[in-house]
C-alpha cells in the first residue's frame, strides 16, 4: 500500500482533497488503509476508523484503487456534516459510507471472478463505468454469467481425453487409432504383441474411446460476430457479451487470437488480446443498435479470418450470434463461400428465433444451436455453442 504523499500523486480525488486541506485528508486516507499514528479523538478520521469493516481490511490495506474509491466517497461527506457534529453522529455518516463502499466490493468481486481481472483493474473499471454514467449493474450480471459460463467451457474440457477431438463418454471397440485406450497403445509398443493389437484394429475389435460430437483438434483463431441490433437488448446482449468473455479466456488460455465484430447494420471489427482489460470493458459495454445485416457481419469476419492467416494463424473457427434473419441471402452465400474456400468453420447461435434450414446460416454451419430465453440465464448453454452433441 503506497503512502499518502504517493496516493496524493497517483489518485485525483487525493490531491483535490489534500489541496483543501492536507493535514484532514492525511489523517482519511491513514485511517482508511489503517497507517500511520491514531487519528485525532472525535474527528471524522476517528469515526471511520473505528467503522471500517473488518472483512475489507486486507483490500483496504492492499490495493490503493480501492482505498482511493473509499476516500472520493468519505471525503465527499465532509461538507454536510454538522458543525459540532459527536461522535455517534460522525458513526452514523461513516456507518452509511461504508456501507456503500461494501456494496461496490461485491460487485468488483464479482467483475474481478467473472472477467478474470486482478482486483485493482476490477476497481479501475468500475470506476471507468461510473464516470461514464454506465450501467454497472449490467456489467455485474454479464461478469457473474461469464464466470459461470467459463467454469463450464473449462469443466467441459476437463472431461475430454488429451489427443481426442470430441467429449468422451463411453468405452466401445473399433479401428480410430487417435482414439485406442492406452492398455491398447502400450501394447502395440510390445513387439511380440502388436501383431495382435493390429488384428484387433483391422478388424475393428480393439478397446478405444466412445466420443460424441466432434472438435476441431488444431486450435486456430477465435472471430465472434455478436448480433447489436435493436432487438438484441437485456438478457439477449447480457447472453451475448458474456458468452463472449468466456470464449475470450478460454481462447487466452489456449493462446489463440480472438477478434469480435460488433454488427447491426455496420460493423465495428474489435481485436481482444490477452490482459487488455480495458478492451474487455468496451466490448462488453459496446452497442450499436438498429437493423440486422448479417452477410456484411460474415464479409467482416472471413475478412479477419483472413488477416489472422497472413500473421500465421490458421485454422479460424467464426461464432455467430444473432436473434433474427436479415434476409439478404445472397450476402451470407456469397460471404460463407470465401470462408470456406478458407477452411472457416462456421458455429451458428440463435437466440429466441429460429433459422430455416435451408438457411446458409443453418445449412452451412458445423453447429447450429437454437437458446431459448429461459437458456439465456445459464452458464452451461456456452457449452451448446462450441461443442457438437449428438
Given at each position: 500500500m503506497g503512502t499518502f504523499l504517493q496516493a496524493r500523486r497517483a489518485h485525483r480525488a487525493v490531491a483535490v482533497a489534500a489541496d483543501q486541506s492536507a493535514a484532514a485528508a492525511g489523517d482519511l486516507w491513514n485511517a482508511i488503509v489503517g497507517a500511520g499514528s491514531e487519528p485525532l479523538a472525535g474527528s471524522f478520521a476517528e469515526a471511520v476508523q473505528d467503522t471500517a469493516p473488518v472483512e475489507h481490511a486486507a483490500l483496504l490495506a492492499s490495493d490503493d484503487v480501492a482505498a482511493a474509491y473509499a476516500f472520493e466517497r468519505l471525503w465527499a461527506c465532509l461538507p454536510a456534516l454538522p458543525p459540532r457534529a459527536s461522535p455517534f453522529e460522525l458513526r452514523g455518516v461513516a456507518r452509511e459510507r461504508w456501507a456503500a463502499f461494501d456494496a461496490q466490493a461485491r460487485r468488483t468481486e464479482h467483475l474481478a471472478g467473472g472477467f478474470g481481472w486482478d482486483v485493482s483493474a476490477a476497481w479501475t473499471h468500475a470506476r471507468d463505468v461510473e464516470l461514464a454514467h454506465g450501467d454497472l449493474h449490467q456489467v455485474e450480471r454479464i461478469a457473474r454469467l461469464a464466470g459461470r459460463m467459463y467454469a463450464a467451457l473449462r469443466g467441459a474440457r476437463a472431461s475430454r481425453v488429451h489427443g481426442v477431438p470430441a467429449e468422451v463418454y463411453s468405452v466401445e471397440q473399433g479401428n480410430d487409432v487417435s482414439r485406442l485406450l492406452p492398455a491398447e497403445q502400450v501394447l502395440l509398443m510390445e513387439p511380440v504383441l502388436e501383431t495382435v493389437v493390429l488384428e484387433r484394429i483391422a478388424s475393428r475389435r480393439a478397446a478405444q474411446y466412445a466420443v460424441q460430437g466432434e472438435a476441431k483438434k488444431s486450435k486456430g483463431p477465435l472471430v465472434i460476430a455478436l448480433d447489436e441490433s435493436g432487438s438484441m437488448h437485456a438478457a439477449r446482449n447480457e447472453w451475448?457479451?458474456?458468452?463472449?468473455?468466456?470464449?475470450?479466456?478460454?481462447?487466452?488460455?489456449?493462446?489463440?487470437?480472438?477478434?469480435?465484430?460488433?454488427?447491426?447494420?455496420?460493423?465495428?471489427?474489435?481485436?481482444?488480446?490477452?490482459?487488455?482489460?480495458?478492451?474487455?470493458?468496451?466490448?462488453?459495454?459496446?452497442?450499436?443498435?438498429?437493423?440486422?445485416?448479417?452477410?456484411?457481419?460474415?464479409?467482416?469476419?472471413?475478412?479477419?479470418?483472413?488477416?489472422?492467416?497472413?500473421?500465421?494463424?490458421?485454422?479460424?473457427?467464426?461464432?455467430?450470434?444473432?436473434?433474427?434473419?436479415?434476409?439478404?441471402?445472397?450476402?451470407?452465400?456469397?460471404?460463407?463461400?470465401?470462408?470456406?474456400?478458407?477452411?472457416?468453420?462456421?458455429?451458428?447461435?440463435?437466440?429466441?428465433?429460429?433459422?430455416?434450414?435451408?438457411?446458409?446460416?443453418?445449412?452451412?454451419?458445423?453447429?447450429?444451436?437454437?437458446?431459448?430465453?429461459?437458456?439465456?440465464?445459464?452458464?452451461?448453454?456456452?457449452?451448446?455453442?462450441?461443442?457438437?452433441r449428438t
Open positions: 451475448a457479451k458474456a458468452a463472449t468473455v468466456a470464449l475470450c479466456r478460454v481462447a487466452f488460455d489456449e493462446k489463440r487470437p480472438v477478434a469480435v465484430v460488433h454488427y447491426s447494420t455496420s460493423a465495428v471489427v474489435q481485436a481482444i488480446k490477452p490482459g487488455d482489460t480495458e478492451a474487455v470493458l468496451r466490448m462488453v459495454r459496446h452497442f450499436l443498435g438498429g437493423g440486422t445485416a448479417i452477410g456484411l457481419a460474415l464479409g467482416m469476419a472471413v475478412q479477419q479470418v483472413r488477416q489472422l492467416a497472413q500473421r500465421g494463424h490458421q485454422g479460424a473457427d467464426i461464432i455467430l450470434v444473432t436473434d433474427g434473419v436479415d434476409g439478404d441471402q445472397a450476402a451470407q452465400e456469397a460471404a460463407l463461400r470465401e470462408g470456406l474456400a478458407l477452411g472457416v468453420r462456421l458455429w451458428t447461435v440463435a437466440i429466441e428465433c429460429e433459422v430455416a434450414e435451408t438457411s446458409p446460416l443453418r445449412a452451412k454451419a458445423a453447429q447450429y444451436v437454437r437458446l431459448g430465453g429461459a437458456e439465456l440465464a445459464k452458464g452451461e448453454s456456452v457449452s451448446l455453442c462450441v461443442f457438437r
